[in-house]
């Protein structure tokens, strides 16, 4: 099962950007989705999850009341929007398809991934 993560691109600092996953109604309709990143030579880490109902989220501290995470079960598609980016945002971004109802910040918790999606911040 693929999700089909969308959206990156090269954008400069303070600018926003918007990713998008798709995924197949049977893996995400009722499962908590999440938003990771990887940067060159660092390891994946957590960015933001939603439980199914979009009742809940959840951040990492550093994007933190600048990115959110919404989601639309109708289109089977989870949102990421990002403001005020910054280079150190630089990434691919993974999201995923948590094995529960709601999202959490451990990638073991994670059945289902996307290809990744590069987002670029220049300074």
């Known amino acids: 099962v693929q999700l089909q993560a969308s959206g990156g691109g090269l954008v400069q600092t303070g600018d926003s950007l918007r990713l998008s996953c798709l995924s197949p109604?049977?893996?995400?309709?009722?499962?908590?989705m999440g938003w990771f990143r990887q940067a060159p030579g660092k390891e994946r880490e957590f960015v933001a999850a939603?439980?199914?109902?979009?009742?809940?989220?959840v951040y990492s501290d550093s994007v933190k009341g600048r990115f959110t995470i919404s989601r639309d079960n109708a289109k089977s598609t989870v949102y990421l929007q990002m403001s005020d980016l910054r280079p150190e945002d630089t990434a691919v971004y993974y999201c995923?398809?948590?094995?529960?109802?709601?999202?959490?910040?451990?990638?073991?918790?994670?059945?289902?991934w996307g290809q990744g999606t590069q987002v670029t911040v220049s300074s």
């Open positions: 995923a398809a948590s094995i529960w109802s709601y999202g959490t910040t451990k990638q073991s918790d994670y059945r289902y």
């Open positions: 109604k049977r893996t995400s309709s009722n499962n908590g």
């Open positions: 939603i439980n199914w109902r979009a009742a809940s989220t």
